[in-house]
């Protein structure tokens, strides 16, 4: 069981995420953001897309999200969660966060041609 | 703080209990190291534009080092940002100074937490002890200076070793 030690820390990150996907297309020089394991190796991680998808989830671009990775909409969703409810503890079974990573990881290398 | 009669044997703590002691919270952390992240760029652009692109960044990293070293292996275990948000960096086993030796493993450490896309850092979001990785390979915590004041008037002060 993965329990996490602070749930206003989890919360405040949450924030920042949703702030950051809002304003960051205004950022100049964007999108520039390249991954540098992807650029090196070519092999894209589980957390592939994830960036662009919550930004495009926050600009309501909701096709472009789950072109890039179902799990951005997700993210953005647990995000408005924490900072609307604010649960007092959070506790997720190991297993399905192990569960989340392999099926984001096969959908990336099927995004890439890999599988 | 973690009970007394625990330290025989270690056991995974039980659910809900949290880490063994006072930790300072993921924004505060944020915010100190975005208020050191700004002196040491203003500082570096400074420099690098004075003695020029290559031994200018040889300085700007020596002033990185030296900056963390000193400040958060002295007494207070404070940069100015941590000094400005109330916190402070301790051993996790006796809550006492880093030093100059340990100060600069776990600086040299947050390379490696900032290697995978940040997720070192972030790591403090899930971790039962809310360590990141360079907390972790250093052996050292970030507590509130309210739950563990450093020693008066400390601030700035060199490391003792």
């Not at chain 1, 991954?35 to 991680?45: A, E, S, Y």
């Not at chain 2, 930790?23 to 952390?29: D, E, I, N, P, Y």
Request: glycine share 12%.
């Amino acid at each position: 069981m993965l329990e996490v030690p602070d749930v206003g820390d989890l919360r405040t990150a949450g924030g920042l995420m949703l702030a950051a996907a809002l304003v960051l297309p205004a950022l100049p020089g964007h999108p520039s953001l390249l991954c540098p394991l992807r650029t090196v190796t070519g092999v894209p991680c589980p957390l592939c897309g994830m960036t662009t998808s919550v930004e495009a989830t926050m600009h309501l671009r909701f096709g472009d999200a789950v072109a890039a990775t179902p799990a951005g909409i997700v993210a953005v969703l647990v995000a408005l969660v924490l900072l609307i409810w604010r649960p007092k503890a959070i506790r997720v079974p190991l297993g399905l966060v192990f569960a989340v990573l392999a099926l984001m990881w096969s959908f990336q290398l099927h995004r890439f041609g890999y599988l | 703080m973690r009970d007394p009669s625990d330290y025989g044997s270690w056991s995974p703590p039980p659910e809900g209990r949290g880490p063994s002691g006072p930790r300072a919270s993921f924004g505060l952390r944020l915010g100190a190291a975005l208020i050191d992240g700004i002196i040491l760029n203003v500082v570096g652009f400074v420099v690098q534009s004075l003695l020029g692109q290559y031994l200018g960044y040889v300085l700007t990293l020596a002033v990185n080092f030296g900056y963390f070293g000193y400040f958060e292996g002295g007494p207070a275990g404070q940069t100015i940002g941590k000094l400005a948000l109330g916190i402070r960096t301790v051993r996790q086993d006796t809550g006492g100074p880093l030093g100059w030796g340990t100060a600069l493993l776990r600086n040299l450490c947050r390379i490696i937490s900032a290697l995978p896309c940040l997720l070192g850092y972030f790591w403090m979001l899930w971790d039962p002890e809310k360590m990141t990785w360079h907390d972790k390979l250093s052996q050292t915590v970030v507590v509130p200076v309210a739950a563990m004041p450093p020693p008066p008037n400390s601030f700035g002060q060199p490391p003792a070793s």
